[in-house]
């Protein structure tokens, strides 16, 4: 049975560290200093108490990494290879409008639109750079070792101990328990018509069942932007789990489908990705960290 744990102790530091520079997806120097704590209200304090506490730590281990049983036919998701992986920390839900409207408030930066109302919704409408930025503005205020997750890091914490399609199996029909898809009632010509999960737009995050590690809405919910420049398959891959690619490429990775769209692109293995600049109304990100 695999150990879930959290970060809450770190929380013990959080505020009381003088930081020196964090890791980025391409070990640059994060430009964000930290803020004056006293400056900033009790509520908005508690708002990155909650994220940080919630940084899943998952054990080191060993995967079979991309379409294990030929399912989609796709030579993007070969061949398949065995990524063995440090342990790490992922965030148990996806980043929400609440945590990026901090980010936003205290940076200057813009406020992405919402369609269907901000909170615990995953945020949307963000670029790939909007994601690191945040992640380095986090880990400056928390002195932790913040960044987009890898690819492998991604399809190791979706699959949470399972070789199947999705972390709790191969079968789709109970998909809807575990995340918010283009279902049986969504308007749209792909969705998936074997059952229903409330949601027609974004669900607040955690909405449905987590997976073995106690991370939520990895099938679905948003898309996720990762660190990895886009590759059109996994020949040459690090089997390390590291971020893949050059530090300026234009294209970066993305995972696990959304409401959007039905159960194929859910599947824990599945990729897409998108130019740096891209905003959709159908992605957003999670962090992870390195421990
Ligand atoms: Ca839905
Ligand atoms: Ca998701």
Known sequence: MIEIKTLRPLWLVLFGVMLSACATPNNEPNPYQRMD???VSEADRQILRRLVANMVILPAGEFQMGDIDNLEDDSELQPVRTVTL?????SRYEVTFEQYDLYARMTGAELPSDRWGRGNRPVIDVTWYDAVD????VAAQTGLALRLPSEAEWEYAARAGSDKAFS???DAHVLCEYANIADQNTDIGWRYKHCSDGFETTAPVGSYKANAFGLYDMHGNVWEWLGDCWSRNYKNAPADGRHWGSSNCDEHSQRGGSWFYGAT????FYRAYGENLDKSVTLGFRLAQDL
């Open 86 to 90: 440090r342990a790490f920390a992922m």
């Open 37 to 39: 704590m006293s400056s």
């Open 265 to 268: 692109e859910a599947q824990s």
């Open 168 to 170: 709790f199996g191969s």
């Open 134 to 137: 945040f992640a380095q503005w």
